[in-house]
C-alpha cells in the first residue's frame, strides 16, 4: 500500500479555470460539493501531486529564462484545476479502477489496488481504541474514489500552457468517481 497526504483541497464553482484552496470539503455522490466538475459522469474529482507540480515550476522558469529573461511566477494549488493535490503518493502508478482511499488518522484501511465482490476494496476500522475522530457526521470513514482516466485530452490549450509553453494535467492528472462520500481536510492520508 502506497500512502501520502492531501497537500491542498481545491475548488471552483466555474469549469475551465483555477480553482480556489479551501481547507476542507465535502466530498458527495456527485464529487466535491460547490466545485463546477461535480456531476453525474466520470470525472468528479481531479488530482494532481505537488512533486509535478514543483517539477513543471522548475522547467517552466528554464523555458522562460531562455525565452525572455523573466522569472515563472509560481503555478500553485489548483492553477491546474485539480480538485486534490497530493503529496508523498506516486499517482503516476495508478490505473483505471485502482481505488484511492481518503481518511483522517483515526481510521486504517487496509487496502490493495483490486476491488472484491461487493465493489468496495479493502477494510476500514476505526482507530485502535475503537473510536472514530471528526467534527462532523460525515469524519470516521474512508472517502473511496475510483480512477476512471488518466490523464486528459485537451481540445485547446489551457491558459498555463498559454503562459508558460506546456502544461502536466494532460500527462500526469488523475481523474475519479466517488465510490464512497465523506469529509476531507488538509492533512487527510491519500492510500491505495
Not at 475551465?16 to 453525474?40: F, L, M, Q, T, W
Not at 525565452?67 to 485539480?82: A, C, I, L, P, V
Amino acid at each position: 500500500m502506497s500512502t501520502g497526504l492531501i497537500k491542498s483541497i481545491n475548488i471552483s464553482r466555474k469549469k475551465g479555470g483555477k480553482k480556489y484552496p479551501v481547507s476542507r470539503a465535502v466530498v458527495c455522490s456527485e464529487g466535491i460539493e460547490g466545485d463546477g466538475h461535480s456531476g453525474n459522469w466520470h470525472r468528479q474529482v481531479s488530482l494532481l501531486s505537488y512533486e509535478s507540480i514543483q517539477s513543471f515550476n522548475i522547467e517552466a522558469e528554464k523555458k522562460i529564462k531562455k525565452t525572455s529573461g523573466n522569472r515563472q511566477k509560481y503555478t500553485g494549488f489548483g492553477d491546474f484545476g485539480e480538485n486534490i493535490t497530493t503529496e508523498g503518493i506516486d499517482l503516476s502508478s495508478l490505473k483505471i479502477g485502482d481505488r484511492l482511499f481518503i481518511y483522517d488518522g483515526s481510521v486504517k484501511v487496509n487496502s490493495g489496488r483490486r476491488t472484491d465482490s461487493d465493489g468496495i476494496s479493502g477494510v476500514m476500522e476505526a482507530g485502535n481504541d475503537g473510536s472514530r475522530s471528526g467534527d462532523d457526521s460525515l469524519s470516521g470513514h474512508p472517502v473511496i474514489l475510483e480512477v476512471t482516466q488518466v490523464g486528459k485530452e485537451c481540445l485547446s490549450p489551457c491558459r498555463i500552457y498559454y503562459r508558460v509553453g506546456f502544461c502536466i494535467m494532460p500527462q500526469e492528472g488523475i481523474f475519479c468517481k466517488v465510490i464512497k462520500k465523506g469529509l476531507i481536510k488538509i492533512g487527510y492520508k491519500v492510500s491505495y
